[in-house]
């Protein structure tokens, strides 16, 4: 059953770049330049040479049917189902006789190859809606010989010509091997990636933008912006509110621009600073006295997820437990800058460090409840300052409930422009690719559909013990515009009430409320 | 600074009840029926024999120009200003000499006499915005003599014809004894309650909802409804939602209602049926248990903030362990039936009971993080059947982030419908009420301004040792059109899944998606 506003969903017809209207006629044009490195290349003797592709207009081809099979990958993000839609249509376009299926549960889905097929009517209800739940999704790497044979195996079984894979920088890696994999053992199937994640850490000079990264910040934004008015009418709570996020900041980012929170914590910065957890919260503290002494005993902080990871001594620390807890010794083990952060950290939290591990015995960061442990630590500083400030806080944690939230216009525009741009390199055969549009901070109308080799994305890392070639995670860039905009306009927000309320996300009324670009994208133009 | 929406909002138009068009030539029409008890008559001898007023035409009278003052009492519910600003237009229209006045920061800005002067300007960029903010709001009760004799002294001093309390049952409970003194001192100040309250507890047959209601239960079903698709999607976690509304579990009602969780707790059946702790754990895990052995270890349950003391055995538990710890004593001392469910609980929340505790040192029930303690008793629940099943429960609050948020247009609607019917009822001397407007499952030109007699709303309860007259707070009615829809409905959310996602409050686009009624008022017609 549907929803008012998901049934009127349905009727939205998302605005595609201009020269993908007349798909059928297009060929690809090789950019000419190849800047990976000749490790990467060697590791990817087959893609790895591939090169940056855009389109330009050709003659009416004559296109064969196609048979593509698509699958998301990892945690939802918004806009998914309009990748499906959009390859679908366009694939149809090329094609009527195409077939689109969709493997189910994720990257194990084509392992086993458990699929169904994808037609207009399994879609239609899809159209514009959030959620992935039309095939699921799902976290299983493939890795393992067996599951490459496995994989090929129902590749060649279902005689497919593509396959998309609809994930993060991790599930986009396995796209590129498997890409590499097909090449190699001369299987004719096309793999082009998709970049999806709300995080925002999939991103390179072509992919200036992952979906679901739009739509998750303006939900947490509502969120951030009705706690900002709360504040400024009661007077009297911390709002101490983490945000998912766990590898960069870019959500916190995005929305501390789009709220003027009091203070946001962004990782990076903590990180080239090398600022220790104790400075940080001396630092928040500094502003929670100050207020409270100002007449304004509240306030506002962003906390990204993954923000302790981000904190040297804090990293460090974990990794020792995680090495000491192996040893079935105990943090009574530590070195002594260790036993000084530990033995510094609430009871609790210590317990969360060393009880809560996950399957492969490793300290589970992501249990930590930060915004916790900062509220506690901040009122413990009060208290060893002697301040006799009223401090009120409250945890928040905005995260699960923005994945599969109804997508924004961007990126339901945006995920079914990519959609587009993966049937065209499917049909292109242009394998080993990642989907894209640029320019969009222009009118959709004008955005230009690319493929960008994932090769190019990527750099090595160690992974189980072997220098391994992955996608690159983006940072949060220091020197971007985004960052250097943030510093300059947060310094008036510490002491100053500038908190703003975007409200809900509008799919009707004026342009100006129903189609907000990211500053992710506004602040790069 | 206001952000696109916000300034698109503040030219919207609320939509107002026709009769309310020709203000100035309305005349008091009082019902002829009274059914306040002897005790509560005799308990406010002045405005006890109040009757309920409608409007009817009449001559046009020469209006002498009105000073009003107005306050926010209690938490934020959003529509608050668009109550300022229909009050303010309405006395403008009746006489513009009139005067506003806005006490700041809740009932001390009272009772202190801090005030601002409410204009065009001052109100302008308030309207049908969210917060509270325009005055500040708080909770001080206006008990003591003391206070009284200040209060006197402020209304005197400002000469003010009338007073108009947004407030809950509290304040508005509050607002007759107010007026009750000022009859009985022959005061000539009006005063007029407005029903605000984002928990809905406040409602009788006069007043069919409370303001802000409707806003809250749509941003908390914004975000259940995505969680909803999330499960759906990633197929492994139990979202535990405690939602706000401590006294009632009308919100948890509403919500379900719109997202048509697995399970929707409600604490007055719960109370009905004198369900104790384990009960309500042991149905809990039942559903989880055979949803896991059908392939969907994942769920949606919904838990109001005040569950706990709905449950019996729990409230008991809390009342002793309130004597015992006044008495310096410890949990070590209760009597069998309270051990067995103190100890019966997880050790954190033995502690939340027994060390967090209130400046009266009563233990703070809304400190229990009670989503958390129904996670860890089904874990434990699931793990003494010895069943080998996947559960993987996440918790979430929503509260806070509603309480804030920019109005519905019902709300935005209402809100200003409430306003004027204020200023009507001081302009026309009719103390002792409540502003109300009836039908409002019509359009808003339709709806039936009224004023309520607060004294009608009354029941006696002990307060601090003494029998006193305070406005009844409505339960969810388990006789009642929604509960019974409800029950229908729901029986079959548990193993199928039914979960519905509202999306984002809507302000432009089709009536179908921007003008839904709450269920409160839909189920009610």
């Known amino acids: 059953m549907m929803t008012p ?10 605005r595609i770049p201009a020269i993908l209207k007349n798909a059928a006629n297009l060929a690809a044009k090789e950019s000419g330049r190849n800047t990976v490195s000749a490790e990467l290349k060697a590791a990817f003797p087959h893609i790895g040479s591939a090169e940056r592709v855009t389109f330009v207009e050709g003659a009416k081809k004559q296109e064969k049917p196609l048979k593509v099979g698509v699958f998301f990958s990892g945690g939802q993000a ?5 990748v499906i839609a959009g390859l679908y249509d366009l694939l149809m376009t090329l094609s009527p006789k195409s077939e689109l299926v969709g493997f189910l549960g994720g990257p194990s889905g084509l392992v086993d190859g ?3 097929v994808l037609d207009e009517e399994k879609i239609a209800l899809f159209r514009n809606q959030g959620g992935f739940h039309l095939l699921g999704s799902g976290r299983t790497k493939i890795e393992t010989t067996e599951q490459f044979e496995k994989v090929r195996k129902v590749i060649e079984g279902m005689n497919l010509d593509g396959l998309v894979v609809i994930g993060g920088d991790d599930s986009n890696t396995n796209a590129a091997y498997l890409a590499e994999d097909f090449a190699k053992r ?22 200036e933008i992952s979906f679901g990264f739009d739509t998750a910040a ?9 706690l900002g008015k709360d504040l400024l009418s009661a007077k009297k709570m911390w709002a101490f509110v983490k945000l998912m996020g766990r590898s960069a900041s870019h959500l916190t980012l995005e929305c501390a621009l789009n709220t003027q929170p009091n203070i946001a914590l962004i990782g990076e910065e903590i990180e080239e600073k090398k600022k220790t957890l104790q400075e940080i919260v001396k630092e928040i503290t500094d502003v929670v006295v100050q207020r409270a002494k100002q007449d304004k005993p509240y306030g506002l902080i962003l906390i990204p997820e993954g923000i302790v990871e981000f904190i040297p001594e804090f990293k460090r620390l974990i990794g020792h437990l995680n090495t000491l807890l192996a040893e079935g010794k105990g943090p009574e083990q530590l070195d002594e800058e260790g036993k000084n952060l530990f033995y510094l950290l609430p009871k609790v939290f210590q317990e969360q460090l060393t009880l809560e591990r996950d399957p492969h015995g490793n300290v589970q960061v992501s249990k930590i409840e930060t915004e916790r442990l900062f509220m506690k630590l901040v009122e413990e500083e009060i208290k060893r300052r002697g301040e006799k400030v009223s401090f009120s806080p409250q945890p928040f944690f905005f995260g699960y409930e923005a994945r599969a939230s109804l997508p924004t216009n961007f990126d339901a525009n945006y995920c079914y422009g990519l959609g587009m741009v993966a049937a065209l390199g499917v049909s292109l055969g242009m394998t080993g690719r990642m989907a894209a549009l640029s320019n969009l901070y222009l009118p959709a109308e004008q955005w230009l559909p690319n493929l960008a080799p994932l090769v190019a994305m990527m750099g090595f890392e160690m992974r189980k013990g072997e220098r391994k070639g992955v996608i690159t995670k983006a940072l949060v860039d220091l020197d971007g515009d985004m960052y250097k905009h943030f510093v300059n306009v947060s310094s008036k927000w510490k002491f100053e009430d ?11 009324g004026p342009e100006t409320v129903t189609d907000i670009l990211p500053w992710m994208i506004k602040v790069r133009r």
Not at 78 to 82: I, K, Q, S, V
């Open 218 to 226: 303006k939900v947490y934004s509502e969120l951030i912006g009705n």
């Open 186 to 207: 001369e299987i004719a199937c096309t793999v082009i990636g998709v970049p999806k994640t709300i995080d925002g850490d999939l991103k390179t000079e072509d992919v």
């Open 114 to 116: 458990k699929a169904i």
């Open 498 to 508: 500038r908190y703003l309320c975007p409200g809900p996300i509008q799919y009707f």
């Open 5 to 14: 506003l998901e049934n009127e969903r349905l009727k939205y017809q998302p």
């Open 78 to 82: 918004p806009g998914g189902h309009n």
